[in-house]
């Protein structure tokens, strides 16, 4: 590990003690993760201490860890990737919601305006609630989309599809009627394919 990740990793475990885990460091990055109770408190502490001035948020996306092999844990993640100008690096900070059923995490909206679009969009794809979010609705599925297609659980094909019906001249909405199809290929299904 360079002296730099290690001079980080120092700050982060003395501004933060065992209110964070300790932090990881791994292909030149350092990875931190801390309690939904926590995590407001947390990433303003990142930004604000003088030590740290992670001033720049650059990703804030969703994690569905239930297909994630040989895990066993909490479900739903919010991950950020950090930036400071100052200092010159960069951190990941891993949240957990502690309710699967219901996931909910603080919204760093207040701290990083960047975060708006990005919680929008984790929201929409796993159902991640950002408690505090101002604006928190669908970015990339229609308003009429059911379910979060994110999630590992989201049928393959969706629920609904959408079409444009020209007697009702407006869109609308019917179950989904895809024809399962085998794809096994060509060369394996036919027995005289190649022999002539």
Request: proline content about 4%; overall charge negative.
């Amino acid at each position: 590990m360079s002296a730099k990740l290690q001079k980080l990793s120092q700050s982060l475990v003395d501004v933060f003690g065992d209110r964070i885990s300790a932090p990881v460091t791994a292909l030149g990055e350092v990875t931190i993760e801390v309690s939904a109770a926590d995590y407001a408190d947390v990433m303003r502490a990142l930004r604000d201490n003088e030590a740290l001035r992670f001033d720049q948020l650059i990703d804030l996306c969703g994690v569905d860890y239930s297909a994630y092999t040989g895990y066993e844990g909490l479900r739903y993640a919010t991950v950020v990737h950090l930036m400071s100008l100052t200092h010159n690096w960069r951190l990941r900070v891993r949240c957990f919601s502690a309710d699967d059923s219901f996931p909910v995490v603080a919204s760093v909206t207040g701290i990083w305006t960047a975060a708006e679009w990005f919680e929008r969009e984790s929201f929409d794809l796993y159902g991640i609630m950002y408690e505090g979010h101002a604006d928190l609705r669908r970015i990339l599925t229609d308003y009429g989309f059911v379910g979060h297609p994110f999630r590992k659980d989201f049928p393959i094909s969706g629920y609904v599809e959408m079409r444009y019906d020209e007697e009702q001249k407006r869109v609308i909405y019917q179950p989904v009627t895809i024809e399962p199809r085998e794809v096994t290929p060509r060369i394996v299904r036919e027995e005289q394919y190649g022999r002539g």
